[in-house]
């Protein structure tokens, strides 16, 4: 067996795929000259760590449990016209992060909520902070079930390490007191150390019908609020705009 065959299959025993895939190419540059062997063993790690790096942000981007993968650049601005597309970059930016700020989209179902707080969160996963999405009502369930199996603070401080926690569709079903109590918890404890991004489709003026109680609702939006950016959202459902385009077609062609 060659050393050539004994140096691919050690590579491809390390796990350096990226430098395997590679090597003819550059030792065929160094051959004829147009590289030196330094530069040419230089550029093959640096393939190797660009292959890494991505790995492991795709790893972040996995782990933070998004409903699904769609960045800013898949957003039709053109759409929703009352959206201030410079403040949502601005968002994607991360400056927020820097003073623990939070982010409440406010808006109808279907105008793009969850997907700018998706977009915001996938930034903030690829650059290798903390981010965690999940859905009001789940989030309110595995508290409850915390508290029954008396491991209450360790689902709280869980939820409480998340550098970004998007926490989807508040208001779209009541809560009991329970519930609230628990809400109330964790956002306290995330108050001023560390961000959260909101999705509702209530106002705040009715979150004391979803929280039960106008005081336990302004003690929640209290600490939401101090430190925040809140982006209403007015305009069409992008769910019903395929449907709407779909009807229109049909009607057209009978």
Known sequence: MSNYVKLLNNLEELGLHNIKNNLDK???????????????LYELSNLEIKAKEERA????????????IKGIEDF?????????????????????????????FVGTPGVGKTHLATAIGIECAKRRYSTYF????????????????N??????????KYKVLIIDEIGYLPIDNDGANLFFQLISSRYEKSSTI?????????????????????AILDRLLHHSYVI???????????????????NQQS
């Open 26 to 40: 550059y030792l065929d540059l160094v051959a004829s000259g147009e590289k030196s062997m330094t530069d040419a």
């Open 57 to 68: 942000i795709l790893g972040c981007v996995r782990v933070a449990n998004f409903p699904f």
């Open 76 to 104: 039709d601005f053109s759409f929703q016209p009352s959206i201030n597309k410079q403040q949502i970059m601005d968002l994607m930016s991360l400056r927020f992060l820097e003073g623990n700020e939070n982010i409440l």
């Open 134 to 149: 999940i859905h009001f009502q789940e989030l309110i369930a595995q508290l409850k079930k915390a508290l029954l199996e």
């Open 151 to 160: 491991r209450l603070e360790y689902r709280l401080k869980h939820f409480s």
């Open 198 to 218: 909101i999705t509702t489709n209530v106002v705040f003026s009715e979150w004391g019908e979803i929280f039960g109680g106008a005081t336990i609702a302004n």
């Open 232 to 250: 209403f959202i007015k305009g069409p459902s992008y769910r019903l705009q395929s449907k709407t385009a779909y009807f229109s077609n049909t």
